[in-house]
């Protein structure tokens, strides 16, 4: 069954440097979204793109962040400079055309030190 | 703006017995709702889920029925499994971008 994946699975960084979160969507599928998850809190909408475009950002996602699709499998979030409170479980999902259901990655677990 | 109300845990039970996690939403118009799981290590899946009033949506011998009047979405299962042992996510989405709605989740713990 197809599946997304997310690597790495726990990133460690210092305070100030650039994290990239890279997942893999299932192959046809023409959604992505990121989520996040700050421990003990909800899961929190971050960002949905779309044809090469952000089509919905929430406002956690600021300038710090930005999200590419590098070529035709990977989906990436890039960090420019990560603070403390970035730090987080974060979950990629995609969505297939037609479709509502969300696909989730496992999560990578970022610890901002 | 969305929001997604759901029973704090941890919830700690015995095999066979019954489940019930409440989750309550406040939406406009007529969302959709879901439940997702996810058992540890891995990401969320769909557990299942609901498009309109009444509706009842089931899986695994998990249910839940989208109750407009009471704005919930409960899940109950019937006799747990250690198999179980997860944590249970209540979700909506309502508008065109499908973006999820979250609830807080709660772990499910299945003793022997």
């Known amino acids: 069954e197809p599946e997304v994946t997310q690597t790495p699975s726990h990133q460690v960084t210092q305070m100030g440097q650039e994290v990239i979160l890279r997942c893999v969507p299932i192959?046809?599928?023409?959604?992505f979204y990121w989520y996040r998850q700050i421990l003990g809190q909800k899961v929190e909408f971050l960002v949905s793109?779309?044809?090469?475009?952000?089509?919905?950002k929430s406002e956690i996602f600021d300038d710090q962040f930005s999200v590419e699709r590098p070529d035709g499998s990977n989906f990436t979030l890039k960090i420019r400079s990560t603070k403390l409170e970035d730090s987080a479980m974060y979950f990629c999902?995609?969505?297939?055309?037609?479709?509502?259901?969300?696909?989730f990655g496992p999560g990578t677990r970022l610890t901002v030190l | 703006g969305n929001s997604v109300t759901q029973m704090e845990g941890p919830v700690t039970l015995s095999e066979e017995a019954f489940l019930t996690i409440n989750c309550t939403y406040t939406?406009?118009?007529?969302?959709?709702l879901f439940w997702y799981v996810q058992y540890p290590g891995e990401g969320l899946q769909l557990l299942l889920k609901?498009?309109?009033?009444?509706d009842k949506g089931s899986n695994k011998g998990f249910e839940a029925t989208y109750r407009k009047e009471t704005t919930s979405f409960h899940l109950e299962k019937g006799s747990v499994q250690v198999s179980d042992s997860a944590v249970y996510f209540c979700?909506?989405?309502?508008?065109?971008?499908?973006?999820?709605?979250f609830g807080k989740g709660t772990l499910l713990t299945v003793n022997p």
């Open positions: 192959s046809n599928h023409l959604y």
């Open positions: 793109f779309y044809n090469n475009e952000i089509s919905e």
């Open positions: 609901a498009t309109k009033a009444d």
């Open positions: 999902a995609s969505r297939g055309q037609g479709t509502d259901t969300q696909y």
């Open positions: 939406a406009t118009g007529y969302p959709s």
């Open positions: 979700a909506l989405f309502r508008g065109s971008n499908y973006k999820l709605t």
